[in-house]
């Protein structure tokens, strides 16, 4: 079974620094995608990235780029130049591309506090 | 384009009892799957129905069960409600089975 696992419960950061956030997986399939999703307070998921795993190059969405390492099955998050509205819960996630249906696994989440 | 909507927004039952929470997909998706969030946790996938079909499920017992309508839209019906039960339901939408999901604002159901 997949698993993904995220071992920063929580982080901070100061307002326009940046930050990490790590994520890794388990599978043995090689054909995934994962995914970033923010939770703020007001509870509603919300996409951040995505990530196919046949691509090698990093997927960057403005302030938010990941560092995809596919052999060591590390997927992390870094959040540049941060901003209050980053404060959220963030949930790693990973969907195996070769089943007939979209199951995604979370990991169990980082809480990032971003400080003025 | 309207995102993905859920109602209600909370709800309290008492043990025994069913529930019927509801989902409408963002335009243009034919896909809804279904989660549970206890607090503190991950989301936990429950089922995804894909044109109407049950096209997935997780490892919850069968007294969750789901439909979809011809519009796409979604219910999770939840029958003899434990304590357990209480969590954050989300549904999410998306284009096809194996596309990006885009989450609604959730169901907050409390069980007593």
């Known amino acids: 079974a997949q698993t993904v696992t995220q071992s920063q419960p929580e982080m901070s950061v100061q307002e326009a620094e940046t930050v990490t956030l790590s994520c890794t997986y388990d599978?043995?399939?090689?054909?995934?995608?994962l995914f970033w999703y923010k939770q703020p307070p007001s509870r509603q998921m919300i996409l951040v990235i995505r990530?196919?795993?046949?691509?090698?190059q990093n997927a960057t969405e403005n302030r938010f780029s990941v560092n995809f390492q596919k052999a060591a099955k590390s997927f992390s998050l870094k959040i540049s130049d941060s901003q209050l509205g980053d404060a959220a819960m963030y949930f790693c996630?990973?969907?195996?591309?070769?089943?007939?249906?979209?199951?995604?696994?979370f990991g169990q989440g980082t809480i990032l506090t971003v400080h003025p | 384009e309207t995102g993905v909507t859920q109602s209600p927004t909370h709800l309290i039952k008492t043990r025994g009892q069913q529930v019927t929470l509801r989902c409408s997909s963002q335009?243009?998706?034919?896909?809804v799957s279904w989660y549970q969030q206890a607090l503190g946790q991950g989301p936990q996938f429950i089922f995804q129905?894909?044109?109407?079909?049950?096209?997935g499920r997780g490892n919850f017992p069968p007294r969750f069960s789901g439909l979809q309508f011809p519009n796409y839209s979604s219910e999770l019906n939840v029958n003899a409600l434990e304590l357990d039960d209480s969590a954050l339901y989300l549904c999410?939408?998306?284009?096809?089975?194996?596309?990006?999901?885009?989450f609604g604002p959730g169901t907050r159901l409390l069980v007593l």
């Open positions: 999410a939408s998306s284009r096809g089975s194996q596309e990006t999901q885009y």
């Open positions: 599978t043995s399939e090689s054909d995934y995608y």
């Open positions: 990530q196919e795993a046949y691509k090698q």
């Open positions: 335009s243009g998706h034919n896909t």
């Open positions: 129905y894909y044109r109407e079909e049950e096209n």
């Open positions: 996630a990973y969907n195996a591309g070769g089943t007939s249906y979209g199951k995604l696994t």
